[in-house]
Nanobody, 111 residues
Framework: VQLQASGGGSVQAGEALRLTCTVS?????????VAWYRQAPGKQRELVAR???????NYADSVKGRFTVTRDSGMNAVYLQMNSLKFEDTAVYYC?????WGRGTLVTVSS
């Protein structure tokens, strides 16, 4: 099983980005939970958003109302739509399914 995150980049505060996690080796619609995490410089990795078959989507308080996590069974991918980006969203973003981490993608937001 492999996960590959992409879509990161450098943006201005207030702009949007969509991250894509491409999954291989397992069908995403068979996974009970898929998630996005992030790690900012000097900080611990934190949960950003999770898509659960049983509980729906849930988000860190800091991104509620701005970020949306969705699954695409056809593309076997997971997306993280990030709107109204803030400087504090700057981090490396990782996708995660139980016991498997993808390579991260860097998001840099300038104020």
């Amino acid at each position: 099983v492999q996960l590959q995150a992409s879509g990161g980049g450098s943006v201005q505060a207030g702009e949007a980005l969509r991250l894509t996690c491409t999954v291989s080796g397992v069908r995403i619609n068979t996974m009970a939970s898929v998630a996005w995490y992030r790690q900012a410089p000097g900080k611990q990795r934190e949960l950003v958003a999770r898509s659960s078959i049983f509980e729906g989507a849930n988000y860190a308080d800091s991104v509620k109302g701005r970020f949306t996590v969705t699954r695409d069974s056809g593309m076997n991918a997971v997306y993280l739509q990030m709107n109204s980006l803030k400087f504090e969203d700057t981090a490396v973003y990782y996708c995660y399914i139980p016991e498997v981490w993808g390579r991260g993608t860097l998001v840099t937001v300038s104020s």
